[in-house]
């Protein structure tokens, strides 16, 4: 190990956990798998009580929406080398957080819509998107404006532009509170392209 590479290394579970949300608002995936492929036993210690998240940050959609986004990729790239257990524990109950039944409605929705099947392919994302609407978390941060967004196409191939219209807003306005740019380019075109027709 280089005198570099020692004196880049953080020096507490802090430093570290700052170090990987820095490399996660950088987008540097790959800074972030060398560190956490570096750090892991480290990082696999400290992860419950990373879950919790740190004061102050709860008030900063933006950095909580980033923090979510670290916890999932290092606990992906931890999975990625053989061990489940942080993704497991991420996914906690899956009644606490049913990540996978909104990854199995939004399918439907997708098989249903390749079907032509427009309506009831809405109809099961706005029962999606009602459930997600009581639930708080870094999650449905995630997921919540991308059911709206999907659910504003199937409306709007339905036949129902006004209320695609408004859906769409709602996932552009979510977007714009997080700090989501690749979102809120996503729904503003698909706005325009709505206006257009």
Excluded at 115 to 121: D, H, K, L, S, Y
Aim: hydrophobic residues 45%; aromatic residues 6%.
């Amino acid at each position: 190990m280089g005198l570099l590479s020692f004196l880049k290394r953080p020096t507490s579970p802090a430093d570290l956990r700052t170090q990987l949300v820095t490399l996660v608002v950088r987008k540097d995936l790959n800074g972030l798998a060398r560190v956490v492929r570096e750090q892991r036993e480290a990082i696999v210690r400290e992860f419950a009580d990373w879950m919790t998240v740190p004061g102050g940050m709860q008030e900063d959609e933006t950095l909580l929406a980033h923090y979510g986004e670290m916890l999932l990729s290092v606990a992906r790239i931890v999975d990625h080398d053989g061990d489940p257990a942080l993704l497991t524990m991420l996914e906690g109950d899956p009644a606490d957080a049913p990540v996978e039944m909104w990854n199995e409605q939004v399918a439907i929705a997708a098989a249903l819509t390749e079907q032509a099947r427009f309506a009831e392919a809405a109809q099961v994302l706005e029962s999606l998107e009602n459930r997600m609407g009581r639930l708080r978390g870094s999650a449905v941060d995630f997921y919540r404006p991308r059911v709206l967004g999907k659910l504003g196409v199937a409306l709007y191939q339905a036949g129902q532009p006004a209320r695609a219209r408004e859906v769409t807003a709602q996932a552009l306005d979510i977007c714009r509170q997080l700090g989501d740019e690749d979102g809120v380019q996503a729904y503003e075109a698909n706005l325009a392209n709505m206006d257009t027709d």
